[in-house]
Nanobody, 115 residues
Framework: QVQLVESGGGLVQPGGSLRLSCAASGSIFSLFAMGWYRQAPGKQREWVARITRGGSTNYVDSVKGRFTISRDNAKNTVYLQMNMLKPEDTAVYYC?????????WGQGTQVTVSS
């Protein structure tokens, strides 16, 4: 069993930056890949970025060049550095772990981009 706790969300002006963190605890040895998803009001949850245990990364087109996903395996933590934020990035951001035994989700952290 894996527990995920996100942090780092908040209110930021357009063009600003935030760094989200997701700390994992539990059956760490089984983690394969971790990712970030987001859900805006009235919309379905969408995939944002993914990183494998080896460090390979993928991004949805709308965040390429602005967001960077990274991980610190020694700390069992994955990060999402978000730069040049736009109002349309406003959403609840969720961390997800893909494991051999299944998946786990965090509780989410709110990101609001507004002037």
């Amino acid at each position: 069993q894996v527990q995920l706790v996100e942090s780092g969300g908040g209110l930021v002006q357009p063009g600003g930056s935030l760094r989200l963190s997701c700390a994992a605890s539990g059956s760490i040895f089984s983690l394969f890949a971790m990712g970030w998803y987001r859900q805006a009001p009235g919309k379905q949850r969408e995939w944002v970025a993914r990183i494998t245990r080896g460090g390979s990364t993928n991004y949805v087109d709308s965040v390429k060049g602005r967001f960077t996903i990274s991980r610190d395996n020694a700390k069992n933590t994955v990060y999402l550095q978000m730069n040049m934020l736009k109002p349309e990035d406003t959403a609840v951001y969720y961390c997800k772990a893909d494991m051999i035994s299944g998946v786990a989700w965090g509780q989410g952290t709110q990101v609001t981009v507004s002037s």
